[in-house]
Structure formats: C-alpha cells, structure tokens
T-cell receptor, first 110, second 112 residues
Framework: DAKTTQPNSMESNEEEPVHLPCNHSTISGTDYIHWYRQLPSQGPEYVIHGLTSNVNNRMASLAIAEDRKSSTLILHRATLRDAAVYYCIRIQTGANNLFFGTGTRLTVIP | NAGVTQTPKFQVLKTGQSMTLQCAQDMNHNSMYWYRQDPGMGLRLIYYSASEGTTDKGEVPNGYNVSRLNKREFSLRLESAAPSQTSVYFC???????????FGDGTRLSIL
C-alpha cells in the first residue's frame, strides 16, 4: 500500500511556524517522500521531497524520522498565501503514479 | 515560462459527446500524466506516459484514451462522455517518474 496518513485539517496563526505531519509506516527503503500543495482553484504545486536526510528549500523544510515511518513538513513562517491543501505522497521506486489522498487543509489565521 | 499548458480551461458537454483535452509542456520532460479531481477529493491518476511512445493505465482509466503525440504533447480523449466524468482534469509532467511533477491549471469539464 503506497498511501500515507495525514490529519484532515490544521490551523496556524500568521507569521508562526507550522508543522504538518505525515505517517508512512509501510515505506520501503528506496521510496521518496514528496510534498505538494494545492491552492484554491489551482493545480498542485511541488513543495519539497526527500529520501532519508532532512531537506531545506526556499519554500519549506522536510524532516524525515530516522526510521522513515513519518515525516513533517515545516513552514517556518506561515503567511495567508500558505493557506492550501497539503499532500504528502510516497513514491515507490520505479513507479510513475502519485497517490494524493485527501491531504491536510491548512487554515492561516490573520 | 509557460510550463504545462492545458486547453480548454472550461467545457460543457452533453452525455454521449466526445472530446479531446490537450496538454503541452515546454520543459523537455520525459514523463507526462493525466489526473482527475472530484469535489473534496485528492487527484486520481487516469493515464500516464513514462516516455515518448509509451502509455500506461493509472488508477481510473475506464472511459478514457490517451495519445502521446510527441515529447511535448499528451492528449486525453473522452469517446462517449458520461455525467460521472464531470470533474477537473489536470495534466502534469516530470523529467522522470520519481522526480517532482509540474501541473497545469486544469480543465473544468461538466457533462450534462
């Protein structure tokens, strides 16, 4: 099963950090973890991805547990433009399809 | 910097009509994908093309056909539209299968 588990919704105050959790307890050793977000009425947007080590880019940080059974997307300072549905996706080696699930709807409170 | 371009953006069809959704990418990507998204749901893969000249079924392929016309273009065809195919359709591309995917803005399709 290539699916992941995320909370349905989370809230954050503007300008505060946000930690979005994801569980992928059946992950295989060579599976990547990708995060996408989808703003209202738009297509999904790639955020970040990783395999084993923590990753940082201009949008966010990805913290992957040592046993790789869970990960956390970190938005360091939430803005109103970060309000979106965030999808955590596990990609099996050699696979071409993403299982999106229903994601976490993030609400940012001004 | 167009990225992934989908046409049309909106379309209304009657049951039984046929239609082709167009998708083009300008990033020289090998892999292309078609997804559908129903209200309140995540995206589900319809078909994908890992490379030019190949296509494979995804999670929900019934009622659809695809053509990878060349490296840039990947079209999705509904031969006989049904109300259950009312959805938002997204096209995406990636350099290879497990690399980040880039999405178009979607085609909103209603079938009456």
């Amino acid at each position: 099963d290539a699916k992941t588990t995320q909370p349905n919704s989370m809230e954050s105050n503007e300008e505060e950090p946000v930690h979005l959790p994801c569980n992928h307890s059946t992950i295989s050793g060579t599976d990547y973890i990708h995060w996408y977000r989808q703003l209202p009425s738009q297509g999904p947007e790639y955020v970040i991805h990783g395999l084993t080590s923590n990753v940082n880019n201009r949008m966010a940080s990805l913290a992957i547990a040592e046993d790789r059974k869970s990960s956390t997307l970190i938005l360091h300072r939430a803005t109103l433009r970060d309000a979106a549905v965030y999808y955590c996706i596990r990609i099996q080696t050699g696979a071409n399809n993403l299982f999106f699930g229903t994601g976490t709807r993030l609400t940012v409170i001004p | 910097n167009a990225g992934v371009t989908q046409t049309p953006k909106f379309q209304v069809l009657k049951t039984g009509q046929s239609m082709t959704l167009q998708c083009a990418q300008d990033m020289n990507h090998n892999s292309m994908y078609w997804y559908r998204q129903d209200p309140g749901m995540g995206l589900r893969l319809i078909y994908y093309s890992a490379s030019e000249g190949t296509t494979d079924k995804g999670e929900v392929p019934n009622g659809y056909n695809v053509s990878r016309l060349n490296k840039r273009e990947f079209s999705l065809r509904l031969e006989s539209a049904a109300p259950s195919q009312t959805s938002v359709y997204f096209c995406a591309s990636s350099s290879v299968g497990n690399q980040p995917q880039h999405f178009g803005d979607g085609t909103r399709l209603s079938i009456l």
